[in-house]
């Protein structure tokens, strides 16, 4: 009986090992390794946003391949040109450098912009019509320079929604940054919640696994239809599974964390 109860006793410890000092018993999404999802980051629109550090240190050196998921609501009507992600956002190096850009390109539509030459090189946009931007929708951004076609796509709510050519590679100049454009512009009011990054292209498959049927799953454990886990270079979950701190967003998988800039708040509304 003495060795049963050690065992039991020991099992409950092991079981507990994230549990909360609240008294609660649930220690909630905010420990890592947890799955659920809580909270999103609600951006004002007016000067929040959020820059979470070099590029190469997600996507390498050079950029020839990638996948970009991102579960987005706009609080009121997007503005035009309002930005929700922006890869070198001001310029490092001078305008002929890479850019990467997720915008509204009206109220009812977001695009996406990849060119490695700002100032030479038109690049791709590829745009998708958003029906309610004001309930909880998700993006797959898909980049690969070595395919002989359709070198950037992007997919809404788990569809292919449209394609682009762009197959050169991407020389990684400057920041990744949440909800503004540039230095000081073009900022978005709403949620971002569950981005994240691999260095691999996501097939129309898998993109249908992430999406779940509009229910977010944490990216770093594969799923039924999604083995791409081990490929996530950057994954920002937007409130859950922080480090510390209630300005600060952790990089669960990577070293670019971010603290929250100007008016942004966690806020217990995701999809």
């Not at 706009?74 to 309002?82: F, L, N, T």
């Not at 030459?117 to 909880?136: C, I, M």
């Not at 300005?247 to 008016?263: L, P």
């Amino acid at each position: 009986m003495t060795f049963a109860k050690t065992i039991a006793v020991l099992t409950v410890s092991l079981m507990c090992i994230h549990c909360s000092d609240s008294g609660s018993g649930d220690a909630g999404p905010n420990y890592p390794g947890s799955t659920e999802n809580e909270f999103s980051l609600l951006f004002n629109g007016v000067d929040g946003h959020g820059t979470a550090g070099d590029i190469s240190a997600t996507l390498g050196d050079p950029v020839e391949v990638f996948s970009i998921s991102i579960w987005f609501k706009a609080e009121g009507v997007p503005a035009a040109e309002s930005t929700m992600l922006h890869l070198n956002p001001e310029f490092e190096t001078g305008r002929n450098s890479m850019q990467a850009r997720l915008y509204w390109s009206s109220s009812t539509q977001v695009a996406f912009h990849v060119t490695p030459d700002f100032d030479g090189d038109l690049g791709a946009t590829v745009t998708a019509d958003v029906a309610d931007p004001q309930e909880w929708n998700h993006l797959v951004l898909t980049f690969d320079a070595r395919a002989t076609s359709d070198n950037v796509a992007v997919y809404l709510n788990g569809n292919a929604v449209g394609s682009g050519e762009q197959g050169t590679a991407l020389i990684p100049y400057g920041n990744i940054v949440f909800a503004r454009a540039g230095a000081s512009q073009n900022y978005f009011h709403g949620y971002l919640d569950e981005v994240a990054f691999w260095d691999s292209r996501l097939g129309s498959e898998e993109i249908v696994a992430v999406y779940n049927e509009g229910i977010p799953k944490n990216v770093r454990f594969d799923i039924p239809g999604y083995e791409s886990a081990d490929s996530v270079t950057g994954l920002w979950r937007m409130g859950d599974e922080n480090f510390s701190g209630e300005q600060n967003v952790s990089d669960r998988v990577g070293r670019n964390h971010f603290t929250i800039v100007g008016g942004g708040t966690f806020e217990r509304e995701t999809p």
